[in-house]
């Protein structure tokens, strides 16, 4: 399987991170010629295509991550061909906005945690050659329709949210006395922990955190401060604001 790249930015980068982390081979890899194309193929070995028709022409599989703006004419008047699939990165552009037939249109939504090897990406609808793919970069998530899509990509945008998170709780760490690489590793495994609890246990989330916020206790004079401030209300406020940014309304 040739892999073709079009729209080579930083999210892309991260995707090709991740590849070589597991092992692809460079030279089964196309770039296209513009953005960080040149300098990646240079460095790493991959390939680079002489033009974006060139890229289609040669690869079975190719991942679009340009800016949403610009995707449909992106891909728009290219020799796209049967059994070819074409990998959307592209939030908020709806499969059917693509015109790419005969191939096929999966979306995807990998994150930047995908050079570690630690993206949960999406991949909707769930085709067997995206899902391998999509899971050398992490947890590959089926995502059965486009609407659960469209919700299921603010995840996202909370990834962003919570490396504001982890930020801002190292500085205050830091502002208190701990020097700046243990704040900054406490707090960033604090929040890995918290995820994999409720990734891994079978329990309700409202019965794990019930059992941490005991009556009296610090987990629960933090929480009540949150909620007396509306952060809870807020943070759902800001999901609502980018499903409909993605749903376009």
Known sequence: MILGILGVGHLAETVLKGLLRNGADPAGIVLAPRGKGPALAAGHGFALARDNADLVARCD????????????????????????????????????????????????????????????????PPDRRAMALMAQLGPAVPIATEAQFETATVSAAIYGWVQMLVQESALWSQHHGLPPETARQLVARTFVAAGRMVDEQAAPMAELLADLATPGGITEAGLDHLKAEGVPQAWSGACDTVLERLRGS
């Open 61 to 124: 599989v190719v991942l679009l991550a340009v800016r949403p703006a610009v995707a449909a004419e992106a891909v728009a008047g290219l020799p796209w061909r049967a059994g070819q699939l074409l990998l959307s990165a592209c939030a908020g552009v709806p499969a059917g906005d693509l015109p790419a037939a005969p191939a096929q249109v999966v979306r995807i939504m990998p994150l930047t945690a995908s050079a570690i090897g630690a993206s949960p990406t999406l991949v909707c």
